[in-house]
């Protein structure tokens, strides 16, 4: 299995993770939007390949303050073998390079999952309540 950075031609790839997954597609997940976000920051969108195949995924990005962590996913078939803690400490590992002091991720408050694997990775998961809001018409 090999982690490296997403190119456009994985697209296909990625969204069959974040459906198999289980991840919502929202707006800022259409080709056009992740065209956009590549642009900032390429090497900061990672995938994990197994032979031909996109196993799993972590969208990062660094605001200049924080790195954030996006739709980690992995296909059901490959959870439980290491696959997002190698997507995650690559991602930590670049985010490093580039400067960034602090990684945070965002997680529903009912994924198990999610909570038991960024605790496992050194994450504090702190009870805190998310605002938001979209500036797309009609849209979540
Ligand atoms: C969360 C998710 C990305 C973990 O991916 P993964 O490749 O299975 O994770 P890893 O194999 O690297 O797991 C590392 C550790 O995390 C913990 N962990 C991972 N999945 C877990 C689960 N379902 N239940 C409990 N602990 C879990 C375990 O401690 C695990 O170590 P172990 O297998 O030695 O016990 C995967 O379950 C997934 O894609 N979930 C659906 C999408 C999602 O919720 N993404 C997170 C959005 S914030």
């Not at 289980?22 to 997940?29: A, K, Q, S, T, V």
């Not at 390949?49 to 969208?59: A, F, H, K, L």
Request: proline letters at 2%.
């Amino acid at each position: 299995m090999k982690v490296r950075t997403f190119r456009l031609s994985d697209y296909p790839g990625v969204v069959t993770v974040w459906s198999e997954a289980g991840l919502e597609f929202r707006p800022g997940d259409s080709e056009e939007q992740i065209r956009v976000k590549i642009q900032r920051d390429s090497e900061l969108f990672l995938v994990a390949e197994d032979g031909r195949r996109i196993v799993g995924s972590v969208m990062g990005a660094w605001d200049g303050r924080r790195g954030w962590i996006y739709h980690l996913g992995v296909l059901p078939i490959c959870q439980r073998k290491g696959v997002a803690t190698r997507l995650v400490r690559e991602l930590e590992s670049r985010m490093k390079k580039k400067g960034v002091l602090k990684v945070n991720a965002l997680i529903f408050g009912w994924n198990d999952a999610s909570i038991e694997f960024f605790s496992k990775s050194g994450y504090l998961v702190a009870n805190m309540k998310e605002a938001q809001k979209s500036l797309v018409a009609g849209k979540r």
